[in-house]
């Protein structure tokens, strides 16, 4: 009968087990990612993206003044990777056998160290860069040590600095950010725009960039391997006989291919298909 009533539906042009799996990735994702940049301390605001990495043998972060840092000393700023967290990212840089190097690296900085937590599957990276120029104070100079998709957000940073020219030209707004059938990513132009104008009022400087694993010409982890992944685990559950022959590894089956659909939305996960080889971000 729930058969009858899905195919039913469907007649009309209603797909409820796709439109739920959009949701629930959308819904899933925002949640996990809360999960990891606040596990922490669940009470953090989450309006807060840019925390100050106190000095000490363990990575805590407090809230910062940004206001009182000095402009002729450079901000060292930490920005993670995707799903992840400035702890989950860098915390290996406060184990005891690291002590000595990290005292080191924190040394010039002299308390002007920081982490940027932000969304990476549910903002994309022109969001995230937006949230950080407009908290960071103007004409700073930083010095940034990235993390696979972190180095995305500072590449982004680097754009500012372009000599005799805007940080994004319209001509290139308007040629890369459009969909498959070449009409105007709208909301992504004016995000790319609004983050130009951030970066050419902030005249931030980016004079040193350790970029570590940064999918700069996208990752299959994003596209195809991610399918594959999923291919594998819906045949390891088709060889159970006595799920597959269940309901409910038929939902299942339909679940979770329009769930990898969602991931190339840019609408539901915008920071997953920013990822893409293919993406307009990328190119």
Known sequence: ????????????????????????????????????????????????????????????LTAPDLKATTKDQ????????????????????????????????????????????????????????????????ANAELHLITHSRGGIVGELLCRGELEGRDPFTRDEIKKLFVDADGNPRTADQEQLEQLGNLLLQKRLRVTRFVRVGCPARGTTLASERLDRWLSMLLNLFGDLSTLSATPFFQVFEEFATALVKTRTNPDKLPGLEAQMPSAPLIR
């Open 74 to 137: 450079p901000l060292l700023l930490f920005i993670h990777g995707t799903a992840s967290s400035t702890l989950g990212s860098f915390s290996e840089l406060w184990s005891t056998q690291l002590s000595e190097q990290r005292k080191a690296l924190l040394a010039p900085y002299k308390g002007q160290v920081y982490g940027f937590e932000h969304y990476t599957l549910t903002e994309s990276p022109v969001q995230n860069a937006i949230a950080l120029v407009a908290a960071l104070p």
């Open 1 to 60: 009968v729930s058969d009858w009533i899905v195919e039913g539906l469907r007649i009309f042009g209603i797909d409820p087990i796709g439109s739920a799996a959009e949701l629930t990735g959308e819904k899933v994702s925002k949640w996990y990612e809360r999960k990891q940049l606040w596990k922490e301390d669940p009470k953090k605001p989450a309006e807060q993206r840019i925390w100050r990495i106190n000095e000490g043998d363990k990575l805590a």
